[in-house]
């Protein structure tokens, strides 16, 4: 049986997905480049959500099989995944 947190992470990337694949549909429709870049930075502001979203649920569906150290850990992994991402 799938666990729920796992249903729901594959949930939000299958929406990332299809987001991804409609918007490339979107640029090949208005073939402008003008557009194809305000699409591109629609999808830019959607990534991080999607990010922090699935990794939520992650150490939500974790935190009753872990030590409090070891959320901190992750939780500081992935705050240096950020700081890595907006330097």
Do not use: D, Q
């Not at 429709?29 to 991080?48: K, Q």
């Not at 979203?53 to 950020?82: E, H, N, R």
């Amino acid at each position: 049986m799938i666990e729920k947190v796992v249903l729901a992470m594959a949930a939000i990337r299958i929406l990332s997905g299809t987001l991804e694949i409609t918007a490339a549909l979107f640029m090949l429709h208005f073939n402008t480049v003008e557009r194809a870049l305000v699409i591109n930075s629609l999808l830019s502001i959607i990534g991080p959500i999607i990010f922090f979203s699935t990794m939520t649920l992650g150490i939500y569906g974790l935190s009753t099989k872990l030590s409090f150290a070891s959320l901190i850990w992750i939780m500081l992994g992935v705050v240096c995944i950020v700081y890595g991402i907006k330097r």
